[in-house]
């Protein structure tokens, strides 16, 4: 393939990825809607509102399935009457409501917050976008309090200060975040400097006016519960340890609050709620329920008492109700069935907030009023239900507006199919608000917020009629460009004398698409990335118009490239599939088991130990697709891992060459005494040894031996040799990434390679075909063909690549990996460096696979012909034209794009959050998985077997 083409498809793929965020998940922010101002008597004078990060809703209100008590006795004691009460007196009416919070994807602590207090769900893309600083402007409750105060993580809490004079923040360092100490300290600091906030008001009059002035905010974000369930899982002991710690001090926050305000506490609302929550792996960010499943208490002013159900038929109504339960009814083992449980949304705290302090809702929030939580008269309910739909309308019309003037030409606008409604609506519930009528007008008034946050949606997605085609027929374009490089439908095959139709039917082609389209845009005043994507498909077919006519069938459809292409889409569902059950991999590797035994070789020319290797190896990776995915840490299967890994190390050494193998040797068996010694050694000294490790491993493999082989002109050692020593250093870094059965499964990925290596070698040297092939002018070769048995080549790359993401318990998911891999190199939170090891872990086997097939590429002998067609051909002693590779590439581009399109049509916004988070992780990890396994080919190919 030429070069402009394949910058070209690069392009492509980065916009394809691109392409649905635009088209399912826009930014929601509009900017330029003024406040809506509310009249009401707030029920509460001040609110402190707790997170817990990452605390899952289960493990709060579950009683222990062994000592039948609640890791939160105090917490409970609140939401259940049936609870022995606190025994401490207090001023805050120790009653109120309980729910579940809602979350959706990224379950990240920044959306999550942003959620919380800003009433919006930022696009899916934001988290990329930073932890500590905002993309964008944005209001929020904070603004609306007289003054706040917030404690907690510096990646948290100062997202909220920017710009917000009335708000202090108190951070800890980021040093304070060590995944090594106590996950309690970071939590005991934040309930430290809340106190000694209270203190230092007794000597400070300006702070103590503050402190007792009306509508102020006090946020403590709790991060030990996040720490605590990454390193010991959510379902350990510890995590509900941390729980119990965390509702001690929240008792014991009141109590110092009541000394502080005596009678006015009474005035104070409280709110205990999480930002996420985690999976039973340990991770977060994507749409597991349980990551969007966080607990909601509310108590003191402004909170409704808990309700008594005593009808069973009613409890299964309020418990069971699909709806009202957002698809997870109550577990029995809460054992709050006779309790009255109020789900909400997570942008609904927001007006939750609101209401409490009588403040205007947030200009950009689509929260809905969680009226079921909240102890107001009806008066006041209503006008804030009335001030909720009126936020709500004024950003659509702002939408609305911007979306009309962006057109050119006003006709070609498509207005929301409900606009006179929504007018007509508003207009009634001021009516009913005249009238006193405030149970209807509240009604009313959240009928109209399910209405505008339709035509909200409705503009946010305005765009996606157009680009969705769009999209769909540049991938349609660019895969049928890919196929007709591997049938061999070269852009030149064409006789002369058809040369200049085609030319001037593709110039005719383009202007009559290009034009109109170009047009459209203009008139609807499209962004310029719209240009892009209409770009794609307008290049793609110009580009196979060109190549008419074309032998649609190949000939007789028996060629090697409709072979090749005919086994790939075979292959396709299959891997489809996996990426929705990981027990397929299983299937698909006991199958591939029997491939050696089956072969028509002698043991001469295939060992019998080279069979077996491979068939134990697959029977291997089978057992590792069968593996739970939420194993977690497993100290046994780790050092298992490394006992075989140094006994592979010092066998190989000892057979091949001791001398030759000496750096490998050196980096298993240091990996795996730092790995030993962990709980022993210091962190700095285990974090260098770490980090020396895995530098020198790439520093070795990709720069200094290349360039020794280059630049020097140094022998370079046989490609076996070089290939053994990767696999043994990359397995020693391996090990330091590993929290389970990672250096087992490396052991059998690398056995496969090795043995996929041996079988090629030895199908090679048996078969008398060699692969034809034309040379041009000077000897330069311009064309290869594949042989029919190259689609096996294929396929067992493709199933070795996709286990060596699939195999070590990854699902298709961009959150399933588990960070406590990393703790071997760092021990505070650092997101993008533990986001660089994680990668690191993958590449390692994608990187041996590539090389090996590199490998596999070289060893194939051609046999071409000159230009004008010699009689006799000459075996090329050269292996490996630049024409195959391309060939290869286009292979496994075609089938990455064909799955990438399939994933495409599969990315929703509706439904659940979990099925929304896995079509996008499909998507994108299918395009990644593509173009790494071309890239680390050319790799391989350029570098680590230069």
Same mark, same amino acid.
């Given at each position: 393939m030429?070069?402009?083409?394949?910058? #070209? =498809?690069?392009a492509?793929?980065?916009?394809?990825?691109?392409?649905?965020?635009?088209?399912?998940?826009?930014?929601p922010?509009?900017?330029? !809607?003024?406040?809506?101002?509310?009249?009401?008597?707030?029920?509460?004078?001040?609110l402190?509102?707790?997170?817990? %990060?990452?605390?899952?809703?289960?493990?709060?209100?579950?009683?222990?399935?062994? @000592?039948h008590?609640?890791h939160?006795?105090?917490?409970?004691s609140?939401?259940?009457?049936?609870?022995p009460?606190p025994?401490?007196?207090t001023?805050v $009416?120790?009653?109120?409501?309980?729910?579940?919070?809602?979350?959706?994807?990224?379950?990240e602590?920044?959306?999550?917050?942003?959620?919380?207090?800003?009433?919006?769900?930022? %696009?899916?893309?934001?988290?990329t976008?930073?932890?500590?600083?905002n993309p964008?402007?944005f209001?929020?409750?904070?603004?609306?309090?007289?003054?706040?105060?917030?404690?907690g993580?510096?990646?948290?809490?100062p997202?909220?200060?920017?710009?917000?004079?009335? /708000?202090r923040?108190?951070?800890?360092?980021p040093?304070?975040?060590?995944?090594h100490?106590?996950?309690?300290l970071t &939590?005991e600091?934040?309930?430290?400097?809340?106190?000694?906030?209270f203190?230092?008001?007794?000597?400070?009059?300006?702070?103590?006016?503050?402190?007792?002035?009306?509508?102020?905010?006090?946020?403590?974000?709790?991060?030990?519960?996040?720490t605590?369930?990454h !390193?010991?899982?959510?379902?350990?002991?510890?995590?509900?340890?941390?729980?119990?710690?965390? &509702?001690?001090?929240?008792?014991?926050?009141?109590?110092m609050?009541?000394r502080?305000?005596?009678?006015?506490?009474?005035?104070?609302?409280?709110?205990?709620?999480?930002?996420?929550?985690?999976?039973n792996?340990?991770?977060?960010?994507d749409?597991d329920?349980?990551?969007?499943?966080?607990?909601?208490?509310?108590w003191?002013a402004?909170?409704r008492?808990p309700?008594?159900?005593?009808?069973?038929?009613?409890?299964?109504r309020?418990?069971? %109700?699909l709806v009202?339960?957002?698809?997870?009814?109550?577990?029995?083992?809460?054992?709050?069935?006779?309790t %009255?449980?109020?789900?909400i949304?997570?942008?609904?705290?927001?007006?939750?907030?609101?209401?409490?302090?009588?403040?205007?809702?947030?200009?950009?929030?689509?929260?809905?009023?969680?009226?079921?939580?909240?102890?107001?008269?009806p008066?006041?309910?209503?006008? /804030?239900?009335?001030?909720?739909a009126?936020?709500?309308?004024?950003?659509?019309? $702002?939408?609305?507006?911007?979306r009309l003037?962006?057109h050119?030409?006003?006709?070609?606008?498509?207005p929301?199919?409900?606009?006179?409604?929504?007018?007509?609506?508003?207009?009634?519930?001021?009516?009913?608000?005249?009238?006193?009528?405030?149970?209807?007008a509240?009604?009313?008034?959240?009928?109209?917020v399910?209405?505008?946050l339709?035509?909200?949606?409705?503009?946010?997605?305005y765009?996606?009629?157009?680009?969705?085609?769009?999209?769909?027929?540049a991938?349609l374009?660019?895969?049928l460009?890919?196929?007709?490089?591997?049938?061999?439908?070269?852009?030149?095959?064409? +006789?002369?004398?058809?040369?200049?139709?085609?030319?001037?039917r593709?110039?005719?082609?383009?202007?009559?698409?290009?034009?109109?389209?170009?047009?459209? #845009?203009?008139? @609807?005043?499209?962004?310029?990335?719209?240009?892009?994507? *209409?770009?794609?498909?307008?290049?793609?077919?110009?580009?196979?118009v060109?190549?008419?006519?074309?032998?649609?069938?190949?000939?007789s459809?028996?060629e090697?490239?409709?072979?090749?292409s005919?086994?790939v889409?075979?292959?396709?569902?299959?891997?489809?599939?996996?990426?929705h059950?990981?027990?397929?991999?299983a299937?698909?590797?006991?199958?591939?088991?029997?491939?050696?035994l089956?072969?028509?070789?002698?043991r001469?020319?295939?060992?019998?130990?080279?069979?077996l290797?491979w068939?134990g190896?697959?029977l291997?990776?089978?057992?590792?697709?069968?593996?739970?995915?939420?194993?977690?840490?497993?100290?046994l299967?780790?050092?298992?891992?490394? !006992?075989?890994? !140094?006994?592979?190390?010092l066998?190989?050494?000892?057979r091949r060459?001791?001398?030759?193998?000496?750096l490998?040797?050196?980096?298993?068996?240091?990996?795996?005494?730092?790995?030993?010694?962990?709980?022993?050694?210091?962190?700095?000294?285990?974090?260098?040894?770490?980090?020396?490790?895995?530098?020198?491993?790439w520093?070795r493999?990709?720069?200094?031996?290349p360039?020794?082989?280059?630049?020097?002109?140094?022998?370079?050692?046989?490609?076996?040799?070089?290939?053994?020593?990767? =696999?043994?250093?990359f397995?020693?870094?391996?090990?330091?990434l590993?929290?389970?059965?990672?250096g087992?499964?490396?052991?059998?990925f690398?056995?496969?390679?090795?043995?996929? #290596?041996?079988?090629?070698?030895?199908?090679?040297?048996?078969?008398?075909?060699?692969?034809?092939?034309?040379?041009?002018?000077g000897?330069?070769w311009?064309?290869?063909?594949?042989l029919?048995?190259?689609?096996?080549?294929?396929?067992?790359?493709?199933?070795?690549?996709?286990?060596?993401?699939?195999?070590?318990?990854? *699902?298709?998911?961009?959150?399933?990996?588990? *960070?406590?891999?990393?703790?071997?190199?760092?021990?505070?939170?650092?997101?993008? @460096?533990?986001?660089?090891?994680?990668?690191?872990?993958l #590449?390692?086997?994608?990187?041996?696979?590539a090389?090996?097939?590199?490998?596999?590429?070289?060893?194939?002998?051609?046999?071409?012909?000159?230009p004008?067609?010699?009689?006799?051909? @000459?075996?090329?002693?050269?292996?490996?034209?630049?024409?195959?590779?391309? /060939?290869?590439?286009?292979?496994?581009?075609?089938?990455?794009?064909?799955? +990438?399109?399939?994933?495409?049509?599969?990315?929703r916004d509706?439904?659940?959050?979990?099925?929304?988070?896995?079509?996008?992780?499909?998507?994108?990890?299918?395009?990644?998985?593509?173009?790494?396994a071309?890239?680390?080919?050319?790799?391989? &190919?350029? *570098?680590?077997?230069a």
């Open positions: 030429r070069t402009s083409v394949v910058l #070209l =498809g690069l492509f793929h980065i916009a394809f990825i691109y392409s649905i965020f635009d088209i399912y998940f826009t930014s922010l509009v900017h330029g !809607v003024p406040p809506v101002p509310v009249q009401i008597n707030p029920p509460a004078q001040r402190v509102f707790i997170v817990g %990060d990452a605390c899952r809703a289960d493990k709060l209100f579950e009683l222990d399935q062994v @000592t008590k609640s939160t006795p105090f917490l409970r609140i939401i259940d009457p049936k609870s009460p025994n401490f007196a001023h $009416h120790l009653r109120g409501s309980w729910g579940i919070s809602h979350t959706r994807v990224p379950t602590s920044r959306p999550g917050h942003v959620a919380m207090f800003s009433g919006f769900y930022e %696009d899916v893309a934001a988290v976008k930073g932890w500590k600083a964008c402007e209001d929020s409750v904070f603004n609306r309090s007289t003054h706040s105060w917030g404690f993580s510096p990646d948290v809490v997202m909220f200060t920017h710009g917000v004079p009335q /708000m923040d108190f951070c800890y360092t040093e304070f975040e060590n995944w100490e106590n996950a309690w &939590d600091w934040v309930f430290q400097r809340m106190e000694e906030l203190q230092n008001a007794t000597r400070d009059p300006v702070l103590n006016e503050n402190l007792h002035k009306p509508g102020i905010i006090f946020f403590l974000h709790l991060l030990g519960l996040d605590t369930g !390193v010991k899982r959510p379902n350990s002991p510890e995590y509900g340890e941390h729980l119990h710690y965390v &509702d001690g001090q929240i008792q014991l926050l009141i109590a609050m009541d502080f305000y005596g009678e006015a506490n009474a005035q104070t609302a409280y709110i205990f709620t999480g930002d996420h929550g985690m999976s792996k340990g991770a977060h960010g749409g329920p349980d990551c969007t499943r966080t607990p909601l208490i509310l003191g402004g909170a008492d309700r008594l159900i005593a009808d069973p038929e009613q409890q299964r309020v418990h069971e %109700d009202a339960t957002h698809g997870w009814p109550t577990p029995d083992r809460f054992e709050l069935r006779h %009255d449980r109020q789900d949304n997570q942008a609904d705290m927001s007006l939750l907030i609101s209401a409490l302090l009588g403040h205007s809702p947030p200009v950009n929030s689509v929260g809905v009023l969680p009226r079921a939580h909240l102890d107001m008269p008066a006041d309910r209503a006008r /804030m239900a009335h001030a909720n009126q936020a709500v309308v004024a950003q659509y019309r $702002h939408k609305a507006a911007q003037g962006a050119r030409v006003a006709r070609l606008f498509r929301f199919p409900e606009e006179a409604a929504l007018g007509q609506a508003m207009s009634h519930i001021g009516r009913l608000l005249a009238e006193g009528q405030h149970e209807q509240e009604e009313a008034s959240l009928q109209v399910a209405m505008a339709r035509g909200l949606s409705y503009m946010q997605t765009d996606r009629l157009v680009l969705f085609p769009v999209i769909a027929l991938s374009g660019w895969v460009l890919l196929l007709s490089h591997v049938m061999g439908w070269p852009a030149g095959a064409t +006789a002369a004398t058809e040369a200049e139709p085609l030319a001037r593709s110039l005719v082609f383009a202007a009559l698409t290009a034009v109109p389209a170009a047009g459209y #845009l203009v008139a @609807t005043g499209a962004p310029l990335i719209h240009y892009a994507y *209409v770009a794609f498909p307008v290049l793609f077919w110009t580009m196979l060109q190549r008419f006519p074309i032998r649609l069938l190949g000939g459809g028996r090697p490239g409709a072979l090749l005919v086994g889409l075979l292959l396709l569902p299959v891997l489809v599939l996996a990426y059950h990981r027990e397929l991999f299937l698909l590797f006991l199958a591939l088991s029997l491939w050696p089956l072969l028509p070789l002698d001469r020319a295939l060992p019998l130990r080279t069979r290797l068939t190896s697959c291997a990776l089978a057992g590792c697709a069968l593996a739970p995915i939420d194993l977690g840490e497993r100290p299967l780790r050092r298992a891992g490394a !006992v075989l890994m !140094v006994v592979v190390a066998a190989t050494a000892w060459s001791l001398r030759a193998h000496a490998d040797v050196a980096t298993v068996l240091l990996a795996a005494a730092n790995m030993a010694c962990a709980p022993l050694l210091p962190a700095l000294v285990m974090h260098s040894i770490s980090w020396l490790l895995l530098g020198s491993v520093l493999f990709f720069l200094v031996q360039l020794r082989t280059r630049l020097w002109h140094a022998a370079s050692p046989p490609r076996e040799r070089r290939l053994l020593s990767m =696999g043994l250093s397995g020693g870094v391996l090990l330091l590993g929290v389970n059965f990672e087992l499964f490396y052991l059998a690398m056995g496969a390679c090795f043995a996929w #290596l041996r079988v090629e070698q030895a199908l090679e040297a048996a078969s008398p075909i060699t692969r034809p092939a034309t040379a041009g002018p000897g330069r311009v064309a290869a063909r594949l029919p048995r190259d689609l096996w080549s294929a396929l067992v790359f493709l199933c070795l690549f996709h286990i060596s993401f699939f195999g070590t318990g990854n *699902v298709a998911s961009l959150s399933s990996f588990d *960070v406590t891999s990393t703790l071997r190199f760092v021990s505070v939170f650092a997101p993008f @460096t533990m986001a660089v090891l994680l990668v690191t872990k #590449l390692l086997p994608f990187s041996l696979i090389a090996v097939l590199c490998a596999v590429v070289r060893g194939w002998r051609f046999v071409y012909r000159e004008r067609g010699a009689l006799l051909p @000459t075996e090329c002693a050269r292996t490996g034209p630049a024409a195959t590779t391309g /060939m290869l590439f286009a292979t496994v581009l075609l089938q990455g794009d064909l799955m +990438a399109l399939g994933f495409f049509f599969m990315v509706t439904g659940s959050w979990l099925e929304i988070g896995l079509g996008i992780s499909h998507f994108v990890i299918a395009n990644c998985m593509a173009l790494a071309v890239g680390l080919y050319f790799l391989a &190919d350029r *570098v680590l077997l």
